[in-house]
């Protein structure tokens, strides 16, 4: 590459950013389980929140490969059945279906997601103090 040719953007950062929207979408939708973790159907035998997975993807940016948010899409797995006759979802054995949300689970996810969010920051951190080490040895 020229020496007068300076790229406008710098790769590492363009890819730690694509990481911080990732991530931002992440713990977006995990306080959305979190939230929901005890929202039941309103009618006897009716469906309560299904819990919500993050699916990302590769994504070319600025000719470098970063990540985004695919979809999302809801988690197949079981309900959780509670003996409940009073309350109004219940069916006619008195079972209520219950989120299949751990919140647990949900709880180490956002642990995860917040800690690859300030790794990320770290690495654009890292990027822009080089960047500008670089910009001062050329002053001189």
Not at 66 to 87: C, I, R, T
């Amino acid at each position: 590459m020229p020496i007068n040719k300076i790229p406008e953007t710098n790769p590492a950062m363009t890819v730690a950013a694509s990481a911080l929207r990732a991530q931002q979408a992440r713990m977006r939708i995990i306080a959305e389980n979190i939230a929901n973790a005890d929202s039941t159907g309103q009618t006897p035998g009716s469906t309560p929140y299904r819990r919500q997975i993050p699916v990302f993807e590769a994504s070319k940016i600025d000719g470098a490969t970063g990540v985004k948010l695919a979809s999302v899409k809801p988690d197949q797995s079981d309900f959780q059945m509670d003996y409940d006759p009073s309350h109004p979802a219940a069916d006619a054995n008195g079972y209520v279906k219950r989120p299949n949300v751990n919140s647990l689970i949900e709880t180490m996810d956002m642990r995860d997601a917040q800690r690859a969010y300030e790794a990320n920051l770290n690495v654009i951190e890292t990027a822009r103090s080089m960047e500008q080490k670089t910009l001062d040895i050329l002053k001189r």
